[in-house]
């Protein structure tokens, strides 16, 4: 939300897109959610950039290994520091851009093993949950772009909102976020 907020015109295009697939509509289904492919690009550069988990439960080394020329020993605890790999300017363009349109035409999914995109992990130990969780992602924020229109409250810029976020096991906004919503009625 924050982040649809900053950037107007992500904002108007995605509930563009919600209320152009839902036609008048009360209720939103899962097929509709499946017609709104905008809105699942919203999700994923916004977890892109704010990981909730930014750095994944450690591994342990099973045996002595080589990984892109580094070497590995046995019993080594490894991190993988997702938060820096997804603003990766080697792996992403404009890394600090929240820029829903880069996952349009992209094959990188949360569901095949993108190694870029680490919100849910990688591997056999990846979240199991992340099908679940994107189905309630998706239709919570469907129905609270549908229901409502967004705005910062009068007088905050998009310059004077705080970004910074919680450093812990999972992230959250330091701060909360102050939106102003107006009722929308299909
Ligand atoms: C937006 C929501 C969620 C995010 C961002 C998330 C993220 C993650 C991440 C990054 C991991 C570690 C993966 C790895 O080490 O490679 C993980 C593990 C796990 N998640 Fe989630 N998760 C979410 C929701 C859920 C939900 C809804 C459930 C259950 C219904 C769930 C159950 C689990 C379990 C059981 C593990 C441990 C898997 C293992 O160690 O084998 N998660 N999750």
């Known amino acids: 939300m924050t982040e649809l907020l900053l950037h107007r015109d992500c904002l108007e295009k995605v509930q563009a897109e919600i209320r152009a697939v839902l036609n008048g509509k009360k209720d939103i289904t899962d097929n509709d959610v499946e017609k709104m492919k905008y809105l699942k690009c919203v999700i994923m550069e916004a977890t892109r950039l704010h990981p909730p988990l930014p750095v994944l439960p450690p591994r342990v080394a099973r045996h002595d290994a080589k990984v892109m020329g580094y070497d590995i020993a046995e019993g080594t ?110």
Not at 140 to 166: C, H, K, S
Request: one cysteine or more; proline letters at 8%.
């Open 77 to 186: 605890r490894v991190y993988v520091n997702v938060y820096a790999i997804m603003r990766d300017p080697k792996v992403w363009d404009k890394p600090e851009t929240f820029m829903p349109e880069r996952f349009l035409e992209s094959s990188i999914d949360f569901v095949r093993h993108n190694f870029e995109l680490l919100t849910f992990g990688a591997g056999r130990r990846s979240c199991p949950g992340r099908i679940f969780a994107m189905a309630i992602n998706e239709k919570v924020l469907a129905n609270v772009l549908y229901r409502f229109d967004w705005a910062l409250p009068q007088g905050v810029r998009p310059q004077d909102v705080d970004m910074n976020e919680t450093f812990g096991l999972a992230n959250h906004r330091k701060v909360p976020l102050l939106a102003l919503g107006t009722p929308f009625f299909p």
